[in-house]
């Protein structure tokens, strides 16, 4: 049973337009969480996390907001731009097994279009 | 400074064969982690290191095996090949709290076919 979802796979934005990607857990130990971004042929780079501390995160563009009640994140991007293209993880963290590591969600492929 | 990168970026295997992935870092980071990319799935840890002369078991650890020799290094082997291990392989590394500020760097990928 997959403890990090995202339910919707793919998800197209005009440019200049906001785009929302929303990720739910199931694991109330997860305390630390980070969107990661993927390009087609390359590894996933770190874009933006937030302890389970706060609600908010800001960085540019880039918005993460935390919902421990219902178990639900989301990241905001505004404006969206074309190379905000690519697919997005979002991943979760605390009360591992496994030392220090993240559980990864399925990823969103976000698509802006010009 | 390359940060993370793997060797080869490609190979295709026939089923019982073996090979070794090779992941680099120059970052002078502790951790290391394997992981594998299914589609339809986020990735998924198989091995991880925390330090030189240790590794640890993750989520999906059959089937591979791992060293860490070296800091800079971390080596997967697959002995015998099957094509359920056909996946893209993620290497990354990271300083070793994975808690505030740090955050785990990725290599570009192995993409492993077993026919």
């Known amino acids: 049973d997959q403890q990090v979802k995202q339910n919707s796979p793919s998800l197209s934005v005009q440019e200049g337009r906001i785009s929302i990607l929303n990720c739910d857990y199931t694991n109330s130990m997860f305390d630390y969480f980070l969107w990661y971004k993927k390009y087609p042929a390359e590894g996933p780079t770190f874009l933006i996390s937030?302890?389970?501390?706060?609600d908010k995160n800001e960085d540019g563009r880039f918005t993460v907001f935390l919902n421990k009640s219902a178990k639900h994140l989301s990241l905001h991007i505004v404006p969206s731009q074309p190379g905000d293209s690519a697919v997005y993880f979002c991943?979760?963290?605390?009360?591992?097994?496994?030392?220090?590591?993240?559980?990864f969600g399925p990823g969103t492929r976000l698509s802006v279009l010009p | 400074n390359a940060g993370v990168t793997q060797t080869p970026k490609f190979r295709v295997l026939k089923t019982g064969q073996s090979m070794t992935l090779l992941c680099a870092q120059d970052m002078n980071h502790e951790y290391m982690y394997w992981y594998r990319q299914d589609p339809g799935m986020g990735l998924r840890l198989i091995h991880y290191?925390?330090?030189?002369?240790?590794?640890a078991k993750g989520e999906v650890p059959d089937g591979y095996n791992v060293s860490r020799l070296k800091k800079q290094n971390f080596l997967l082997g697959l002995e015998s090949a099957a094509p359920s291990q056909t996946s893209v392989y993620f290497c990354?590394?990271?300083?070793?709290?994975?808690?505030?500020?740090?955050?785990?760097?990725f290599g570009p990928g192995t993409r492993l076919t077993v026919l």
């Open positions: 290191s925390v330090g030189e002369g240790t590794t």
């Open positions: 990354a590394s990271s300083y070793g709290t994975l808690r505030s500020t740090d955050t785990q760097y």
């Open positions: 991943a979760a963290s605390g009360g591992s097994n496994y030392g220090q590591n993240f559980v």
């Open positions: 937030i302890s389970s501390i706060k």
